[in-house]
């Protein structure tokens, strides 16, 4: 009789996930913080949509496949195919839709939330991740579009960045569309496959660009990328053209105009500034930073924008005939946090217990009345919690940093000073309960 050997499950996670500390968590805790500060300030909602939409109410990204799997998460519910959230975008603009006569317009709301992409992962690139959203629903007015980019700034510089460590690129939909013309591309396959190139400039180079503008593109791994399969002419007009230094765009000398009218001056026009997504029709919008950004190994990698957004007028009419032009900016908050990390020593205060040692567990009265003193007094407190020999209970409280523990045996306990030791300067007191909170104080 042969007995089958149970595999193990794996312990590794899938590429493009990753477990995330309680240090990066607080530090997000800390920009989420000033992100909602900003937003009411700036007079936005909050609003919070599901995980998972129809996938034909995302967006046009979706392919024309029998399993819209590219790109997205999907599964099949019933008869209908459901998807994890590529954006916060696409579930705004079928909110506004169902919601559109009860909703003020504009409709200024901002979200907080994860979402998945079903794609290749690379350095800082997650297919899970937390993205924050701010957009304005229904006005055409492009103070609306310069308004984001002052927010975004200053939630950057409430974070801790200064004003050379990071940009506003800006650039208008409305060059590429002149120059679809240009060169007749009329085929919408082939127009979001060369606006998903051109996308790529800034973490690509022109070189690898040109190959996904032509017939396609072998990665280092050996993937292949499908072209736009333009002609070299054309690739030649393309690239001549977003090398211009000037916008010709009025909605550009509008917005230039508005940030003049506030005082801002952190942004640069860059024609190259595309964005991958069909929906956009007018000013979009990248935030870079201006420093090196490492990889786990030290290595200066290519990091890219931490964000961007830009206007998009007709998104909403793909759920009927809504008056909804729109414009919005996201930043990629995961992203954002790992630079961040690098860039500024945080001084975030992790928490961590005082532990009460167990003797004996016939006293766990006498470590609960204690404990209770302590989180009253609002000190991180615990009993050791399992049924060890005090050397192992030494090298718990040091293994989670605790800043001291409270040995309270029999003897302790009849004369009322619990000893407490300090695990940094290893000192050792006996204190009276009464003190037990100031002394502590003094440790922590």
């Given at each position: ?19 995330r ?7 997000r ?11 009411i ?20 990204f ?5 399993r ?10 019933e ?5 994890l959230?590529y ?70 510089e409430?974070?801790?960045?200064s004003?050379e ?14 120059l679809?013309?240009k060169i007749?591309i ?45 002609s ?8 001549k ?5 000037s ?64 206007r ?19 930043i990629?908050?995961?992203r954002l946090?790992?630079a ?34 302590l ?20 090298e718990?409280?040091?293994?989670i ?34 003190e ?9």
């Amino acid at each position: 009789m042969t007995i089958e050997k149970k595999e193990k499950p794996s312990k590794e996670l899938p590429l493009g996930f990753v477990d995330r500390q309680e240090k990066e968590l607080l530090i997000r805790d800390f920009v989420i913080s000033n992100i909602k500060e900003v937003m009411i300030k700036y007079g936005f909602q909050y609003l919070e949509t599901p995980s998972f939409e129809y996938s034909d109410s995302i967006g046009k990204f979706l392919p024309d496949k029998d399993r819209p799997d590219q790109g997205v998460f999907s599964f099949k519910d019933e008869k209908k195919w459901l998807s994890l959230r590529y954006d916060l975008t696409a579930p705004l603009a079928r909110y506004v839709a169902k919601n559109y006569l009860e909703i003020p317009k504009p409709f200024k709301r901002y979200q907080l939330g994860t979402v998945w992409r079903n794609e290749k992962p690379g350095p800082g690139r997650f297919r899970e991740f937390l993205q924050f959203d701010a957009d304005f629903v229904g006005t055409k007015s492009l103070q609306a579009d310069a308004e984001l980019c002052v927010l975004i700034s200053e939630i950057l510089e409430r974070c801790g960045l200064s004003k050379e460590e990071y940009i506003i690129k800006i650039s208008s939909r409305k060059i590429t569309e002149e120059l679809f013309k240009k060169i007749k591309i009329d085929n919408n396959e082939q127009r979001l496959i060369t606006l998903r190139a051109l996308d790529k400039i800034d973490r690509l180079g022109w070189n690898e660009v040109k190959q996904l503008l032509g017939k396609g593109r072998k990665d280092k791994s050996g993937d292949f990328t499908k072209g736009a399969n333009l002609s070299l002419s054309n690739i030649e007009i393309i690239e001549k053209e977003l090398n211009k230094k000037s916008p010709g765009t009025k909605d550009l000398l509008e917005v230039f105009k508005i940030f003049e009218d506030y005082d801002f001056s952190n942004y640069e026009f860059d024609s190259s500034i595309i964005r991958g997504l069909e929906y956009y029709t007018g000013p979009i919008f990248e935030v870079n930073l201006k420093f090196d950004i490492k990889n786990n190994k030290g290595k200066v990698i290519q990091y890219g924008s931490i964000g961007g957004g830009g206007r998009y007028d007709n998104l909403v009419n793909n759920f009927g005939n809504y008056d909804a032009p729109a414009t919005g900016i996201s930043i990629g908050l995961d992203r954002l946090v790992y630079a961040l990390m690098q860039k500024k020593e945080f001084k975030i205060k992790q928490s961590k217990p005082v532990v009460i040692c167990v003797f004996d567990k016939n006293l766990m009265k006498e470590y609960i009345s204690l404990q209770k003193i302590l989180r009253e007094a609002d000190i991180s407190t615990e009993i050791f919690p399992g049924e060890s020999k005090l050397k192992k209970q030494m090298e718990y409280a040091n293994k989670i940093k605790a800043p001291a523990v409270i040995l309270y045996g029999e003897d302790e306990i009849k004369s009322k000073k619990p000893t407490l030791r300090d695990l940094n300067s290893g000192k050792e007191i006996s204190v009276e309960i009464k003190e037990l909170v100031n002394e502590i104080k003094k440790i922590i």
